[in-house]
């Protein structure tokens, strides 16, 4: 089944205390990308990616770090997580460019830092 | 800075209503449409898309939206909602030849029986 999965889907840790989100896709798309969700603010992209080894910046990059090693693969890396990194992160994924093409997404992990 | 607005944030409709959910964007060059629908608990699901070509697009369910150049929209209508169609919308503009997704703020659609 085509998809793209993130684990894990719920997570609550303490401030500084790093973490991974990862983030994988089984239909060899091109690009990827992390987003946040936050009551009143929409979703927001974090970071994304057109390509291995290709990222960069989306609106609100302050805090996070990605790395995109294999084409299906698009971890998002939280060094030192604060309380206001606390949200719903969606990864999604498009065969091609955005603008080129639709995005699919992931379920979402909550993250609550404390 | 680019921007998308929808001004609804929260509608409440019976069964049966019509719905119109505006999006407005800020952006003078050629954009590529989107809008997206989250139901309670899941992830974003594709509604419909514009790209090009005829403005007024179908999508999925029953949606439709159309394209108004001259006043930089994109607004969703349904003629007939069901209790089903409870969920938060979203509408997202890429601005054309790059690879950023904005988003607007959501509007959060509740249908009663």
């Known amino acids: 089944e085509a998809q793209v999965t993130q684990n894990p889907r719920y997570l609550i840790t303490v401030t500084g205390k790093k973490l991974t989100v990862t983030c994988s896709q089984n239909?060899?798309?091109?690009?990827m990308s992390w987003y946040r969700q936050d009551p009143g603010l929409g979703l927001r992209q974090i970071y994304y990616?057109?390509?291995?080894?290709?990222?960069d910046k989306g609106d609100v990059p302050e805090g996070y770090k990605v790395s995109r090693k294999e084409k299906r693969n698009f971890p998002l890396i939280l060094e030192s997580p604060s309380p206001n990194q606390t949200s719903l992160y969606f990864c999604?994924?498009?065969?091609?460019?955005?603008?080129?093409?639709?995005?699919?997404f992931g379920p979402g992990t909550r993250l609550t830092v404390l | 800075a680019q921007s998308v607005s929808q001004h609804n944030h929260h509608v409440i409709l019976s069964e049966a209503a019509s719905l119109e959910l505006g999006c407005n964007y800020s952006y003078g060059g050629t954009v590529n449409l989107f809008w997206y629908v989250q139901y309670p608990g899941q992830h974003l699901q594709l509604l419909l898309k514009?790209?090009?070509?005829?403005?007024l697009v179908k999508g999925i369910k029953g949606f439709e939206a159309e394209f108004i150049k001259s006043k930089f929209s994109f607004n969703l209508r349904k003629p007939s909602v069901q209790w089903s169609d409870t969920a938060e919308y979203f509408c997202?503009?890429?601005?054309?030849?790059?690879?950023?997704?904005?988003f607007g703020t959501g509007t959060r659609l509740q249908v009663f029986p």
């Open positions: 999604a994924s498009s065969p091609t460019r955005l603008s080129a093409d639709t995005q699919y």
């Open positions: 997202a503009v890429i601005l054309y030849n790059t690879d950023k997704l904005i």
């Open positions: 990616s057109m390509n291995v080894e290709v990222t």
């Open positions: 239909m060899n798309h091109e690009y």
């Open positions: 514009y790209f090009s070509g005829d403005p």
